[in-house]
């Protein structure tokens, strides 16, 4: 498996993100090798999802790396593979504060639902459903909005940058100031 060039917001070739990506037809090799790539990538981030046009790729596909159950002290992980997905029922709605590897140091507050039911295609064509709650369901809609070329900071609430402290935590600072392209915040667009 390979590191994938994760696109950062700025980069040249950044377009890609911000642009319906294109639907999945060939379930082949060259689909599994993707999905190999990303999970490989997403893993070195290290994130809990990528989408395809993050690691430049214009199709609807999207890895995401998650604990089984997060009581659950081991952590057992479970990779979702999602081609092709779609949210067809979503429920409840709860703000929380999300990042993305597109965009290092800036975080978001964005208003997600709790529950999504998604339908996708596996790495063979076969359609799926899945249901997702609380973080798992944020994940979910955080990759499908990529795959839609809608970026977290085009529904927050409020931005932040993402200052390392001398212990090596981070701290989450209100920006006030307009950045560079899509990034503004609420109070200043």
Known sequence: MEVLNIVKVG????SILTKPAARVRDFGPTLHKLL???????????????AAPQVGVDLRVSVIEYPEDEEDPEHTMRVYELINPEIIKAK?????????????GIAADVDRATFVLVRAQD??????????????ARIFQHEIDH????????????????VELPDGKFEAVP???????????????
């Open 11 to 14: 980069d040249p070739s950044d």
């Open 36 to 50: 190999g790539d990303m999970l490989q990538t997403l893993r070195e981030a290290p994130g809990v999802g990528v």
């Open 92 to 104: 409840g709605l709860e703000e929380g504060q999300e990042g993305c590897l597109s965009m290092p």
């Open 123 to 136: 790495r063979y064509g076969k359609e799926f459903r899945i249901k997702a709650y609380d973080w798992l």
């Open 147 to 162: 795959l839609q070329g809608v970026l977290m900071t085009d529904k927050a609430k409020q931005l932040y940058r993402l």
């Open 175 to 189: 920006i006030e100031e307009t950045l560079p392209g899509r990034l503004k915040t609420k109070a200043s667009a």
